[in-house]
């Protein structure tokens, strides 16, 4: 079946620092991909999407390609800021699913 | 913009009693999802739905139950509450997946149930 590997948490930078959270993934097809972050005492919201390989989604500055190769979908960010601190899922919806596979979050910290 | 509201932030309940929790979505979506959340665990999905009436079950049903008797309406049912059922409670929705926006969730702020 599909799965997302994310990276161990927590992740702890400082404010400026450059950010990357890897991601893999398994899935039959081709899957679209997802980040998903959930900011303190709130629900996962839709950070950025990738639907085919080679596709670069953004926003808020963060980043993540599509990389069919190594099927991974890593996000990055080049200066992170104290309002980042949350905690980031990756996720996949394989074919006509109507569920996603979600990866287990990795927690970001950074400090002033 | 998409609303998924849950009725309540946090509960404290008693161990053996019928909890039910409420969430609504406001954009028409077809489908609708509980999870509950855990620390180390992930999102783990315990039930959904894709029209009204119709449910399926996730991947951790036990001890849950869900209702769908309208389109924007989902509710969880702990029909007897035990401590093991202390955690963060997700709903989520999404349009069909045939669509162009392809299962793309929506969140609520999640219910922190405390059972004691």
């Known amino acids: 079946g599909d799965s997302v590997t994310q990276m161990e948490g927590p992740v702890t930078l400082s404010e400026e620092a450059f950010l990357t959270i890897n991601c893999t993934y398994t899935?039959?097809?081709?899957?679209?991909l997802f980040w998903y972050v959930q900011y303190p005492g709130e629900g996962l919201q839709l950070l950025l999407k990738a639907t085919k390989a080679d596709d670069k989604g953004s926003n808020k500055g963060f980043e993540a390609t599509y990389r069919k190769e190594t099927t991974s979908f890593h996000l990055e960010k080049g200066s992170v800021q104290v309002s980042d601190s949350a905690v980031y899922f990756c996720?996949?919806?394989?074919?006509?699913?109507?569920?996603?596979?979600f990866g287990r979050g990795t927690s970001l910290i950074v400090h002033p | 913009d998409v609303k998924v509201t849950q009725s309540s932030r946090y509960l404290v309940k008693r161990t053996g009693e019928k909890v039910f929790l409420e969430c609504v979505q406001d954009?028409?979506?077809?489908?609708m999802f509980w999870y509950r959340q855990d620390p180390g665990l992930g999102l783990r999905l315990i039930y959904f739905s894709y029209d009204v009436k119709m449910k399926e079950k996730g991947d951790i049903p036990e001890g849950y139950s869900v209702s769908r008797e309208k389109k924007e309406r989902f509710s969880l049912i702990l029909e007897s509450a035990s401590t093991n059922q202390t955690s963060m409670y997700l709903c989520a929705s999404s349009l069909d997946p045939s669509t162009i926006a392809k299962n793309i969730q929506y969140f609520g702020a999640g219910t922190r149930l405390s059972v004691l």
């Open positions: 899935a039959t097809g081709y899957p679209s």
């Open positions: 954009m028409d979506h077809e489908n």
């Open positions: 996720a996949l919806s394989s074919g006509g699913s109507y569920i996603p596979t």
